[in-house]
């Protein structure tokens, strides 16, 4: 029988290129843990009633993030559907606000849960990847719709980040939870100063452990602010709810190691590293390169200013060894940990400013209209479907999500009406293919 996964990641290994995405080990033999991977044996402990080792580690991250700290191991789509369950507990019926950007996984959640969503859009002209929103914007939401929660998208696929502050201000006034799907930015906690949602107000929030931090692949957290009283036992049925019931050891086991690196030498060595990489953005910007995000950790091109589109710079750096995390027809996106050495960010560097530069290509991603809503999201989903070209779906409406993960950011939601703008957006950023309502 044959091993295709296995075999293309023994080969991608072998060929040792230049990994500038996640997960944030980067290929590093830094946990040697293969050996450890168990299932839950006497002395183990138990993921979703911890009582033993795993929650002695759990005690560890609540003392290093300064919350309420749940380990996952199935990545931020695990936290964002738990943290939808415990704040919507008690209040079906309202809406919940949401940022028009949110993951693929949010769209799960409120679909499993029944909830209904009310979106909020950016006031700039950002795409469909961002989502800036002001403390005024969702204040105004909140009266207007009396929401039980606003759930925001930050730091975004592309780096921006929400003035989390201030839309925490605008929450705690009108007594509505704040969500942030934090999944890019595990890392702000380390900042000088910390920049992470709990830090600066929000209620809930998820990491992923494995994008920015040394963690294995779907290792994450779900924060629970320490004024918001919520039972453990509670906690632990919500993430088990949408759970396996055989969570990964080997996930585990790396992030009760990854605890001893956080309350070691991660914070003076992430902040020396911020250093070379804002030296990096610097020099790509005097070469003529156009930055756009304000992450530190990503370095985000608006490819078209430099006269290639993303995914034309992206073949170029690939011949050259280098592999990043996103690209389409507007960005560049590369994700940077301190596992990159100087030397490969200077690899990065070097291999960008031997492009030539070309002029400006004047050609902007088709902007969407405000969808339509035919139906709540869960009705749309349970409906029947049947799968168009997406040159047919012109007045039909969406059944699931027609987008592929990296970002996974959907162009139409499900139980939206599909029009001329809709079907533009969805050729442009490659989605030949819609399940829509028979």
């Not at 296995?6 to 980067?26: C, I, Q, S, T, V």
């Not at 183990?44 to 795993?54: K, M, R």
């Not at 003035?163 to 799907?181: E, P």
């Not at 953005?281 to 990503?298: A, I």
């Amino acid at each position: 029988m044959k091993t295709p996964v296995y075999d293309f990641a023994k080969n991608y290994a072998k060929e040792n290129p230049l990994r500038l995405h996640m997960p944030g080990h980067k290929g590093k033999s830094v946990l040697e843990i293969e050996p450890f991977d168990l299932t839950e044996v006497s002395g183990a402990d138990d993921l979703y009633a911890s009582s033993g080792i795993i929650e002695e580690s759990r005690l560890n991250a609540c003392s290093i993030y300064g919350a309420e700290t749940y380990f996952v191991t199935e990545g931020s789509s695990q936290s964002i559907k738990a943290m939808l369950y415990l704040a919507s507990k008690g209040n079906h019926g309202k809406k919940i606000l949401a940022g028009r950007n949110a993951h693929k996984s949010f769209i799960s959640g409120v679909a499993l849960l029944g909830l209904s969503v009310e979106w909020l859009y950016s006031e700039k002209d950002e795409g469909c990847l961002s989502c800036t929103l002001s403390e005024s914007q969702v204040e105004r939401a909140i009266l207007e719709h009396d929401p039980f929660a606003v759930y925001i998208t930050s730091p975004d696929y592309l780096g921006n980040q929400t003035d989390i502050k201030a839309i925490s201000k605008a929450c705690k006034k009108h007594g509505v939870l704040l969500l942030v799907d934090n999944a890019h930015g595990a890392y702000l906690k380390f900042l000088s100063p910390s920049s992470h949602p709990i830090d600066l107000g929000a209620d809930m929030c998820c990491d992923s452990a494995h994008k920015t931090l040394n963690a294995l692949t779907g290792a994450g957290y779900l924060h629970i602010n320490n004024n918001l009283q919520i039972n453990k036992q509670n906690v632990h049925f919500a993430l088990s709810l949408f759970g396996s019931t055989s969570p990964s050891y080997l996930t585990l086991i790396s992030l009760d190691l990854l605890n001893a690196q956080l309350d070691g030498e991660y914070k003076k060595n992430i902040n020396e590293f911020i250093k070379t990489v804002d030296k990096a953005k610097v020099r790509l910007s005097e070469n003529g390169y156009t930055l756009t995000g304000s992450e530190k950790l990503k370095i985000t091109i608006n490819a078209k200013k430099y006269g290639y589109t993303g995914i034309e710079l992206n073949k170029i750096l690939e011949s050259k060894g280098i592999i990043s995390e996103f690209c389409d027809s507007d960005y560049l996106v590369f994700m940077l940990t301190p596992q990159i050495a100087k030397d490969d960010v200077d690899k990065l560097i070097n291999a960008l400013v031997s492009v030539d530069k070309k002029p400006e290509i004047i050609c902007c991603a088709p902007k969407l209209n405000k969808p339509q809503k035919a139906m709540e999201i869960r009705s749309a989903v349970l409906q029947s479907s049947v799968v168009l070209p997406v040159e047919l779906c012109e007045n039909r409406v969406l059944s699931e999500t027609s987008v592929s993960c990296p970002p996974a950011v959907p162009i139409v939601v499900s139980g939206e009406v599909i029009d001329k703008k809709a079907i533009e957006c969805l050729k442009y950023y490659g989605v030949k293919k819609c399940a829509v309502i028979e």
